[in-house]
């Protein structure tokens, strides 16, 4: 038996050589540097995944705060178109009241001259409609001081003689001249 015994043989060939040694510590310090190095990314990622979760948590709250506001400000428009609708049906209602009785007020005014939408345009066919009015009026009491007849009978004239008998003819001229001298 060379060298020894076959255990002896076995350890021999197993046992590193010092130079084999120092570059295995080498490699392993190297190993756990690579495993500290792994081990701090993995860690710097988990406190990232954590912080993105964290974030995503906070989004999903925001997003179903937006959400809810979302649905009051939708049901609030709701009510505000629905509100406004009576509102101007309110309004629509007053200006037709409003419109009857201007033309109740302005009996002289024909009904259809009196007209508009809104209470500024009822109030403007109104003014409109008065100046006519005057100015027509003002017309016909020009006209009626042109064509004045006088209160009572017609002035006293001589008698027509035409279509009287002689007899009747005579008893006229009898009756002037008495009236004249008289």
Do not use: W
Not at 111 to 126: F, P, V
């Amino acid at each position: 038996m060379e060298n020894g015994t076959p255990e002896t043989q076995e350890s021999q060939n197993n046992a590193p050589e010092p130079g084999d040694l120092e570059a295995i510590r080498a490699e392993l310090e190297e190993e756990k540097k690579a495993k500290a190095a792994a081990e701090a990314s993995l860690a710097e990622k988990d406190t990232r995944i954590a912080e993105l979760q964290a974030e995503g948590e906070a989004l999903r709250a925001e997003q179903s705060n937006l959400q809810a506001s979302l649905s009051e400000a939708t049901q609030g428009s709701e009510a505000v178109a629905a509100e406004l609708a009576s509102v101007k049906e309110a309004r629509a209602q007053a200006v037709s009241k409003y419109l009857d009785a201007v033309r109740l007020a302005n009996p002289a005014i024909p009904r259809d001259i009196i007209a508009g939408d809104t209470i500024e345009d009822i109030d403007a066919s109104l003014a409109k409609a008065t100046t006519i009015a005057e100015s027509v009026k003002a017309s016909l009491e020009a006209q009626a001081k042109e064509t004045r007849v006088p209160a009572g009978a017609p002035p006293r004239g001589g008698i027509s003689l035409e279509g009287l008998t002689p007899r009747e003819k005579i008893a006229a001229g009898i009756q002037q001249k008495e009236g004249g001298t008289s």
